[in-house]
């Protein structure tokens, strides 16, 4: 449910007077993450469909296979869109210690 809010958030951001004082990489950074978010929410939800799509017709091996990959494809995408959000699109900036 946590990213549904952050989904719900990122669109939000663009309707901000700040969003216009972005730069480059910052713009960059946050359609990446609503488009990582978005992504996130389509295939970790997208199991639920798939099963009731082939459970209906016994093809509950299968059911199993593709449910999986496509949590794990949903859980990849959690984990760029945590990445990306990581910094909160902030940059390198002089200075800092990395």
Known sequence: MQILFAFAFLLTLSFMDRFTTLDEFQRD???FTLVASAT???LLVAPVAVHRLLFQRG???ELVRVGHRIAVAGLSACRATYAAD???GRGPRPGDPR
């Open 29 to 31: 950074v946050y359609v």
């Open 40 to 42: 996130t929410v389509l």
């Open 59 to 61: 093809h509950r091996r």
């Open 86 to 88: 990581e910094d909160h």
